[in-house]
């Protein structure tokens, strides 16, 4: 009851009433932590009830934004690898707040991709190897190979190397982009070194004459790459040094023309 008075001792009284709400809006699912994959769109929803109107507030506005009236929460940057703590609270009209702390936790468990697959490759003895890895990622990228003896790699932008002469054979070379988070794309390729020119003559053999009853000598000479072997098609009225090419004859040579592939 309330009551006026005067200063002449007149009353006046009347019965009223007040209702207190002291009450904070209770969580309809409770928040809870929240995994959330790297570069992936984050939207969790708050959900309470409440006897008045509910507004619904986060404590980190730099990485998060809320609608306040919906509670639908969404990143407002790209989040980073981590814990993210964050304190959602619903409040109403009286100011009667519930307030819970969760952790958004952002993981990276996706390994690069190869923007182009890696494919064996094919490449001739003494020539120089060159091959470029290429991967995305929405991390930092860095490359790796399995053989640094035969070959070297720029581990940044992926460019693969010859660090000798590859001997012809096939050599097995696994190929790696990988991100911080330790997740590796891993691939196997071959590098096949092929020898497919011939050796080429120093000078170039030209057809002989020689006295009768004299020796017959006559010097083949040759690079390659390889080791080179001489050879001639007579070796019953010719003998070849097939180290070094030096020609000789075998038999006493008549008079005659004789044909020698060499």
Known sequence: ILYANDSVGNTNSSNVSFTIDATAPSWTQFPVNQTVEFGIPFIYDLNATDLQTITFSISDTTNFSIYSTSGVIRIATLLQIGDHPLTVSATDTFGNINSTLIFVRVRDTIAPSWSQFPVNQTIEFG?????????TDLQT?????????????????????NATLLQVR???LTVNASDPSGNINSTLIF????????????????????????????????????????????????????????????????????????
């Open 127 to 135: 020539i120089p190897f060159v091959y470029d890895l290429n991967a």
């Open 170 to 172: 096939n050599h097995q």
């Open 141 to 161: 990228i860095t490359f790796g190979i399995s053989d640094t003896t035969n070959f070297s790699i720029n581990s940044s932008s992926g460019l693969i190397r």
């Open 191 to 262: 590098v096949r070194v092929v020898d497919t020119i011939t050796p080429s003559w120093s000078q170039f053999p030209v057809n002989q004459t020689v006295e009768l009853g004299s020796a017959f000598v006559y010097d083949l000479n040759a690079t390659d790459l390889q080791t080179v072997t001489f050879s001639i098609s007579d070796t019953t009225n010719f003998s070849i040094n097939s180290s070094s090419g030096l020609i000789r004859n075998a038999t006493s040579l008549q008079i005659n023309d004789y044909p020698l592939r060499v």
